[in-house]
């Protein structure tokens, strides 16, 4: 793995070198445009509005226009004097527990390897967080941008998760949901009954990317010159208007 990032996580007086490396990827098929005419790819290029010419990458630079449709160019340096202590260091500010954050808030996350092979320091934060089951919470600044993230242990390896900040998240204000549905005692428990019926201990394993695995299976079909067998969807029943029906059917389906 190659690490996107290279800096520290302060945590009191103590300082930790660390390298940030993606902890996540992508189980998607990478699909390229075509051109369906004669199946050339489709290419995007960088072009100059003026000269209508490609453009270099090391030529492209970031700028943001001011009222006046002018604007001002920013260099690295620029970033980094914004605040030089957030390039470098990801401060944890406070510890939170993590079932206290709310899941809307997860981005992507990172495994956080230490600089020094025995480094005790390390150590004392994975061993201190498993033992109060808490998280950092601290801010940092990945690609000139300040994020905000969790540092969390998993399997003895520190793991900084981005999160949304609260103005990030929209309102729900606008939605148009019930309120005040008034449920029978006996509708409740049967739902409750339902749930339970159905709960177990959460293992992402059992879970694939079943529609990826299909997809590929049709791509290999077809290019061996095979038709591929199309599934027919299961025709959906309209559900009845009596709620307690639908909640019997369902616990008898799942027993």
């Known amino acids: 793995m190659r690490s996107i990032w290279k800096g520290s996580i302060g945590f009191g007086l103590v300082n930790i070198p660390i390298k940030l490396y993606s902890a996540v990827q992508t189980s998607s098929i990478d699909l390229d445009m075509l051109d369906g005419r004669d199946h050339a790819r489709i290419r995007f290029q960088r072009v100059n509005e003026n000269t209508k010419k490609e453009v270099p990458y090391d030529k492209i630079v970031k700028g943001y226009k001011m009222d006046d449709g002018n604007y001002v160019i920013l260099e690295d340096a620029d970033f980094e004097a914004a605040s030089p202590e957030k390039t470098r260091m990801i401060e944890i500010e406070s510890f939170v527990q993590m079932d206290e954050v709310n899941p809307m808030f997860y981005e992507t996350s990172y495994y956080a390897e230490p600089e020094q092979k025995n480094s005790k320091a390390y150590s004392l934060l994975v061993q201190a967080l498993e033992k109060s089951k808490k998280a950092g919470l601290a801010r940092f600044v990945l690609r000139s941008a300040e994020n905000l993230c969790i540092i969390h242990p998993e399997n003895g390896v520190l793991v900084v998760t981005r999160i949304r900040f609260g103005q990030d998240l929209r309102s729900s204000d606008e939605l148009t949901v019930p309120k005040d549905s008034k449920l029978s005692k006996k509708e409740l428990d049967m739902g409750l009954a339902l749930i339970n019926q ?19 299976k049709i791509i290999k079909a077809k290019a061996k010159g ?30």
């Open 198 to 216: 159905y709960s177990e201990k959460f293992d992402v394993s059992k879970f694939k990317n079943e529609y990826t695995d299909e997809l590929m």
């Open 226 to 255: 095979k038709r591929p067998t199309i599934k027919k969807l299961k025709p959906v029943k309209e559900p009845g208007d009596d709620l307690y029906d639908q909640l019997m059917a369902s616990l008898k389906k799942g027993a």
